[in-house]
């Protein structure tokens, strides 16, 4: 049976502030197989990892992301909002994550937030990154913008890109494999129709559901066989997969 694979939401979000690096560290700490973290990028062209196109939410700083260039970025602080204690946390680059996490085994699942603003060159950008650092195996690209995955396939056709998505799609596996996708990365109340599993099954998409917290669901899920868990509570997963391969 698949081993549903333990990958945290943002970093371990709960317990670090979300798409920093500590947050990262403390993902792998937890033992979680990996960690999910999206990309913006900056006025100079350098992919940043932060969730918001705009810079309040999560950073000290105003505006939007692509205004500022990456030294600019890199004066903001991306800690306090969540605890004093993280304080001086910045916003990564990919480079970054990659420096410190490419010697580790941690699985990089890699979201491209060019949904709402069009950043020309984040493809290419982030396809340069990876193969510098020899961590394509270990990446898996996902983005709610299909033409991003279809473009990081055409620079790169072996890259494993993933279509995420929240609708009641009709047998997804057909839509993933016409844009020649890895995987399905659904919210995950739309695994719910009972054909929607055994149907990714039989055409060999591996499923990443997210954003998945509550241990019930995440237990339907893991004794269901899907690949990977995508969630806010990576510790909590963790004692669910390790019960379940016991
Ligand atoms: O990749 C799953 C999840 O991250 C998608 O939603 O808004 O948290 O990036 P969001
Ligand atoms: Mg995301």
């Known amino acids: 049976m698949t081993k549903t694979l333990n990958i945290a939401h943002r970093g371990a979000n709960a317990e670090a502030p979300e798409n920093t690096l500590a947050a990262f560290r403390k993902a792998v700490e937890i033992g979680a197989d990996g960690f999910e973290f ?28 692509k ?4 030294d600019e970025l890199k004066a903001f602080d991306a800690g306090s909002w969540f605890s004093p204690e993280f304080a001086g946390e910045t916003i990564p680059t990919l480079e970054e994550v990659f420096e410190e996490f490419a010697q580790s085994e941690a699985l990089f699942n890699i979201e491209l937030k060019s949904g709402i603003i ?3 060159e984040l493809e290419e950008k982030v396809l340069k990154i990876i193969s510098r650092f020899k961590v394509k195996e270990r ?25 995420l998505y929240m ?15 890895y995987s399905a990365h659904p919210l995950f109340y739309h695994l719910q129709h009972p054909e929607i599993v055994s149907g990714f099954k039989e055409h060999s998409i591996p499923v990443f559901a997210w954003t998945v917290n509550d241990p019930l669901y995440m237990k339907m899920m893991v004794a269901g066989g899907i690949e990977g868990i995508i969630t806010d509570n990576p510790r909590e997963l963790k004692k669910i997969i390790g019960k379940t391969s016991e």
């Open 38 to 65: 999206d990309l913006q990028l900056s006025r100079d062209n350098v992919p940043v990892v932060i969730h918001d196109e705009m810079l309040e939410r999560t950073t000290n700083g105003n505006g939007l992301v």
């Open 67 to 70: 205004d500022y260039t990456l």
């Open 118 to 120: 069009i950043y020309p």
């Open 139 to 163: 990446v898996l690209i996902s983005s709610f913008n299909h033409y991003s995955l279809v473009t990081c396939l055409q620079i790169d056709p072996e890259v494993r890109t993933g279509i």
């Open 167 to 181: 609708a009641g799609l009709y047998e997804p596996w057909n839509y993933a494999k016409s844009l020649g996708c």
